[in-house]
Nanobody, 122 residues
Framework: QLQLVESGGGLVQPGGSLRLSCSAS????????VGWFRRAPGKEREGVSC????????NYKDSVKGRFTISRDNAKNTVYLQMNSLKPEDTGIYYC???????????????WGQGTQVTVSS
């Protein structure tokens, strides 16, 4: 079964940092673009960032540009999301998913993980 597993979430104070990891089980990630998404309380899931299969292309939601960095280590079959200068509005459940490429509708992403909770609060 193709599955992604997110980890690295937690409770952090505003201005703090977290690094999320997205690991694959049952398949290799190097053929796929990987997107990070989040669902804030009471809101729909939204795209946060995406990285192409080679890592040459990345994109970010405007509100996280300059604070979040997506990267991948295909040898470890893992994609990361480094989150710095966290704000309360970054709170939510963070998910990763695969797709043939970035810049496609969220509905075309697959192999969604269970998510990891990020809470930014003092």
């Amino acid at each position: 079964q193709l599955q992604l597993v997110e980890s690295g979430g937690g409770l952090v104070q505003p201005g703090g940092s977290l690094r999320l990891s997205c690991s694959a089980s049952g398949f290799t990630l190097d053929s796929y673009a990987v997107g990070w998404f989040r669902r804030a309380p009471g809101k729909e899931r939204e795209g946060v960032s995406c990285i192409s299969n080679s890592g040459a292309f990345t994109n970010y939601k405007d509100s996280v540009k300059g604070r979040f960095t997506i990267s991948r280590d295909n040898a470890k079959n893992t994609v990361y999301l480094q989150m710095n200068s966290l704000k309360p509005e970054d709170t939510g459940i963070y998910y990763c998913a695969t797709s043939p490429m970035c810049l496609i509708p969220r509905s075309l992403f697959n192999s969604w993980g269970q998510g990891t909770q990020v809470t930014v609060s003092s």
